[in-house]
C-alpha cells in the first residue's frame, strides 16, 4: 500500500526510491536514494500487508471435548496458555496435518462453526494454509499468533480416524456419544465409511 495507507507519521523520512530485485535476505541490500535524501513527503509513506508466516515455533497441539483424543475442537499451546484455532480457510489439508501430527490416522471430518463447542480462551491462529503434505503444523502458514478477525463460535473441530478397534455394536454405540455426526456404514465386510458433520 502507499499514500500512506497505515497513515503519515511526523518522523524522518530515512529512505527513498527503494528498488529491490525481491531476492534480498534485507531491505539494507536493496537500491535506493542516499540515506536521509529525500524527495517526498509523509503523504507518500508506504506500507505492507504480508499474508502471513510460516509458524515460526514447534506447536503442540490438542483434540478436546470430542469422544476421543483424536477427535475435537483444535487447540494450540502459546505462551503457555491453550487458545483455539479459528475455522476461516480450515480444510481437509490442515486436518490431515492435525491427524498426522497427532498420529491419529485419517481425516474423517471436518467439522465447523465451534462443532465441539466454544472456548473462552485465546484465539490463536487464523487463516492456516497447509497443503496437507506437512509433518506437523509449524510447517504450514497462518497469521500471525493472536492476529484474527474471529470469534469462538467459528473455532475449529477435526475427527480423525483414530486407532480405534470394535466389534460393529461397539462401533455403533462410541459414535452414538459423538451425537454431532451421521455415520453412513458400507457393510460387516469393510470398515470404510463416512462422517459428516450435522453441528
Known sequence: PGLAEF???SDSIWLAEVNCTGTEAALSECRA???GGKNCTHRENVGVDCSGLTISEHIQLRLVN???RCAGRVEVLHDQQW???CDHSWDINDAKVVCRQLACGAVLSVPDKACFGER?????????NCTGTEASLTECRARLWGDHNCTHEEDAGVVCSGKWEFSETEFFQNFQFMGNFKMIWSGPANWNFQVSSSC
Open 7 to 9: 497513515g503519515g507519521g
Open 33 to 35: 536514494s542516499p540515506w
Open 66 to 68: 470430542g469422544p476421543s
Open 83 to 85: 487458545g483455539a484455532v
Open 120 to 128: 473462552s480462551h485465546p484465539i490463536w491462529l487464523d487463516e492456516i
